[in-house]
């Protein structure tokens, strides 16, 4: 009995410690910069620099649009609306199995006949030479790339595929060439390139990574920069891990791939090269995967009440197949997963938590730590970071920045100052016209 005291006293122990390390190590990461002093005259400017500027972003999964000194307003697609008739249609026809033993799941749950979990998702934008928008949308089966006519709402259907899924894109407005990312259902990415009227599809590059966030180079015409993340896998192909991001560069002629920023510590995402020829890029500590001690103690304290969950789970399928009465009175549609919890750039983050700790730019909160920088590294490898929190960036012709920290969209100025451009939840991408 004292043997077995002991033995929780430690893994209790080793427990807190492991958490207090994390904290310290997470604060230091961390670490904001110092409050640059404010330039009212210049401040002024940049807010009216800010205002007059027509942007968009994608918020979990729908596309959004700000013109000049206009309203945040949302893109209706016709595409989108014509697969939502379709499923209201479905759900008409099957609507006789709901509440009957067709209706339920192999997991015990009753099958959703309403349409509400299928979902169709912006997944990627680009403004073309005219003003339109280039975006791709898809569902769990389809994919396609759409061009928006703004002013009059007129959507044309460019290129429509089963199974193809892209994000990332990037459009070179003097040729017409779109690079962007090619997601498979094995779960690696590959870089792929085609014309804006959805012809002349390649792909650039191939093996068990993630090849995402491609961009051209300003006049260097075969020559590519792009992310790069490696994959870990078992012996059976299921993933284990991802690797650190690094930045490479790819010649499209020859195919020949060169190693530009990797670090072991760091991921570094989006790149992009401003007219000067700097490169930019996000910069965030890399976390390495791990089964730490604190997951050791909560897996042990928590497998009976697994064990019993998954019985449970077990009798009830039997119980609403045979006499349709579920062994729980919960017996509604299934819950959504905690809406808490969201996927930026490839990181699960704590909204909420991250709401009441991180900082704020221009008032408004971050949903992504300080720890996440934009950097700008110049041809002799000197590095200055430009802003913190930054959970997406785009740059624009003339080489200005615009950026968001997750909730709000910003002009970045001079000084690690920035004007406000709009508010918003949820911002996963942004882009400016």
Not at 283 to 304: C, H, K, M, Q
Request: aromatic share 8%; proline share 4%; charged share 20%.
């Amino acid at each position: 009995m004292h043997l077995l005291i002991i033995i929780i006293a430690l893994l209790a122990l080793a427990y807190f410690l492991n958490q207090a390390m994390q904290k310290n190590k997470a604060t230091q990461d961390g670490k904001p910069l110092p409050a640059a002093g404010r330039d009212t005259a210049h401040q002024s400017q940049l807010d009216r620099a800010a205002s007059a500027l027509a942007v968009a972003f994608i918020s979990e999964g729908k596309l959004f649009y700000r013109a000049a000194h206009g309203e945040t307003r949302q893109l209706h697609s016709p595409y989108v609306q014509e697969m939502l008739d379709k499923m209201e249609k479905h759900r008409e026809r099957h609507a006789w199995k709901q509440g009957t033993s067709f209706g339920v799941s192999a997991s015990g749950a009753w099958r959703q006949f309403d349409g509400e979990g299928a979902q169709i998702n912006a997944t990627a934008m680009q403004f073309d030479e005219q003003g339109r928008i280039l975006y791709f949308l898809q569902d769990a089966g389809m994919g396609g790339l759409f061009s928006y006519e703004l002013e009059t709402g007129t959507e044309k259907r460019i290129l429509h595929r089963q199974n193809l899924a892209l994000t990332d894109m990037h459009l070179d407005q003097g040729s017409g060439k779109l690079l962007a990312s090619s997601m498979n259902k094995t779960g690696i990415a590959n870089l792929v390139m085609l014309n804006r009227e959805g012809e002349e599809f390649r792909e650039l590059t191939g093996g068990d990574t993630l090849d995402t966030s491609p961009c051209w180079i300003p006049d260097a015409e075969k020559q590519i920069l792009y992310q790069s993340t490696g994959i870990a896998r078992n012996q059976s192909g299921v993933t284990l891990a991802y690797g650190n991001a690094s930045i490479q560069m790819l010649d499209i002629k020859n195919g020949a791939v060169t190693p530009v920023l990797d670090d072991p510590q760091y991921d570094f995402l989006h790149p992009r090269v401003c007219p000067q020829g700097n490169l930019h890029f996000i910069r965030r500590p890399y976390e390495v995967p791990r089964y730490d001690t604190s997951n050791a103690l909560l897996d042990t304290l928590f497998f009976p009440f697994r064990l019993l969950r998954a019985v449970f789970h077990y009798l009830n399928f039997f119980s609403m197949m045979y006499s349709r009465k579920p062994l729980t009175s919960a017996s509604g549609p299934a819950l959504n997963a905690d809406l808490k919890e969201i996927i930026l750039k490839g990181k699960r983050i704590d909204a909420e938590k991250a709401l009441k700790k991180e900082a704020m730019v221009n008032g408004v909160p971050s949903l992504v730590p300080a720890s996440w920088q934009l950097v700008s590294r110049n041809r002799q490898g000197n590095e200055t970071v430009l802003a913190t929190n930054v959970a997406a960036y785009d740059m624009r012709a003339d080489g200005s920045i615009v950026y968001s920290n997750g909730r709000g969209v910003f002009l970045l100025g001079s000084g690690r100052q920035s004007g406000l451009i709009l508010k918003s939840e949820l911002i996963a991408d942004v882009i400016s016209q």
